[in-house]
């Protein structure tokens, strides 16, 4: 949902004015000199392009079935003349589905092997057949550009190294480490959201660094609110967050209980900074999507609207759909992102981005946004999102994009998958067909897949995964 001639402009300026402070007050140009010598620019020259989706800087998703395989999503943004690397095989039939299917290119697959953990992939490429592989790459074509799932230190390592023994420029589509930490950690995205759209732009917060404190926000937090919770401030998919009523803390021994049951189960790294927040009551958190581009090519541009699905009491992200909102929502969504997009442009952020929100009250009505938290990174709602984008010409058409659990399909494989579902399966080709297919590689072992199901109207799309796919699956 790009800017149209009859949406109000925001100011910008007062955006980046809020960013270039927090960067003096942190001293960030400091911090990002030893990374000025990767980072990408519009006028760089067009390179093959190595796409990797690596997930550990991340805590706890090693709690997601078949996480070690979500690093085949990097797939889906390469093409010819590209490279991705995984550590895990892919899924049986799935470049053939890639590329003659939905038309995706042929770029080159390396299987790395393990540095670490299965889901290390930037540092399974620092090694071995697959860093041997990718320097002659960027020596043949006088350099690379690195477009990872998240601009981590391992990211960067592996640019500098590949440079060094390439003799050729590494470029890295993302923002540096010091920037992408600014996105993701929730308590230094809060202070930005807080300067640029002041504090009522926030769920109310607290922050402390040591458990009485955090017992203590906690319970006077409790005061006033109906449900409270407790944050970890670098996980993803609410996987570090928790949620108590208030009626429940009802002394100083029942708050410190719950925090100690919370940092013993999140393994708090003693004087790390914890959020308590008011857990507001309302089911529409919608999000926003964004692409910025580097400093001085371009303003950041608002690449969708999406109402989140979220499932049980932490509100575990599971999929996405275009937003249903009113327009005056919408507006209102639009206006905050850019503008905080653009102090995050004045930081030094570049690549994918997108922005968690809660929308209270009633949204036909007086209603009232805050901002949640930021992704800064690609996920679960910009992948099928610029999948779409990739595969369709013209407008994006209604659809549902989620990740779905079937157990009665554990053991089965993409073909078994494909001649299931039929003619329904879409061509990119012909354009015809429903469903779309990705993230398969959980499918074998966890009956786990994501699906994007495309509808002649908003009612159709759901009513393809919720209903259409179980049926054709025989479930």
């Known amino acids: 949902m790009s800017a149209t001639p009859g949406d109000s402009v925001p100011d910008l300026g007062r955006a980046r004015l809020a960013g270039r402070e927090l960067g003096a007050d942190i001293d960030l140009a400091s ?15 067009a390179l093959p392009i190595l796409h990797l989706d690596d997930v550990s800087a991340i805590p706890f998703l090693a709690d997601i079935a078949g996480v070690e395989e979500y690093q085949h999503r990097g797939r889906l943004r390469a093409g010819d003349h590209d490279v991705y690397v995984t550590v895990t095989p892919a899924a049986e039939r799935y470049e053939t589905y890639c590329r003659d299917t939905l038309h995706m290119g042929t770029p080159e697959h390396l299987v790395a092997d393990p540095v670490g953990p299965p889901i290390a992939v930037a540092r399974a490429c620092t090694a071995g057949h697959a860093h041997a592989r990718l320097a002659e790459i960027a020596r043949g074509a006088g350099g690379m550009t690195i477009h990872p799932y998240m601009g981590i230190e391992d990211v960067w390592e592996l640019a500098a190294m590949l440079s060094v023994d390439s003799h050729a420029p590494v470029r890295v589509i993302s923002p ?8 993701n950690d929730k308590a230094l995205f809060g202070e930005l959201v807080a300067r640029v759209l002041g504090r009522e732009a926030l769920v109310e917060t607290r922050i402390s660094r040591d458990a009485a404190a955090i017992a203590t926000s906690l319970r006077m937090l409790a005061q006033h609110h109906d449900r409270v919770g407790l944050k970890r401030t670098r996980c993803a998919s609410a996987m570090g967050n928790a949620v108590f009523s208030s009626r429940d803390i009802q002394s100083e021994r029942d708050a410190a209980r719950m925090v100690q049951e919370f940092l013993s189960r999140t393994e708090w790294p003693e004087g790390e900074e914890v959020l308590a927040v008011a857990w507001l009551e309302t089911d529409l958190s919608p999000s926003t999507q964004l692409w910025i581009p580097p400093l001085g090519f371009g303003e950041p541009h608002l690449d969708g609207i999406y109402e989140q699905i979220l499932m049980g009491e932490e509100r575990v992200f599971v999929g996405s759909r275009p937003s249903t909102l009113p327009d005056a929502v919408n507006q209102e969504l639009r206006t905050g992102a850019l503008m905080v997009g653009a102090a995050l442009q004045q930081l030094g952020y570049v690549g994918r981005c997108s922005f968690d929100h809660l929308v209270t009250g009633d949204p036909h009505g ?7 938290e930021c992704n800064g990174r690609w996920g679960g709602t910009s992948t099928p999102m610029s999948l779409l984008d990739r595969l369709l010409h013209g407008p994006r058409p209604p659809y549902r994009a989620q990740d779905v659990v079937f ?21 990119t080709e012909s354009g015809e067909g429903r469903f779309i297919f990705y993230n398969l590689g959980p499918l074998h072992g966890h009956g786990k897949f994501d699906v994007i199901s495309i509808g002649a109207d908003q009612d159709d799309a759901e009513r393809g995964v919720v209903e259409i796919l179980p049926k054709r699956l025989g479930l």
């Open 366 to 372: 007086d209603f009232r946004v805050v901002f949640t």
């Open 407 to 427: 157990p009665e399909l554990i053991g089965s494989g993409l073909p078994d998958l494909l001649e299931l579902v039929g003619d329904l399966a879409f061509q």
């Open 176 to 183: 540096p480490p010091p920037v992408t930490w600014i996105a």
């Open 31 to 45: 911090q990002l000199r030893p990374y000025e010598a990767h980072r990408w620019g519009l006028d760089d020259p």
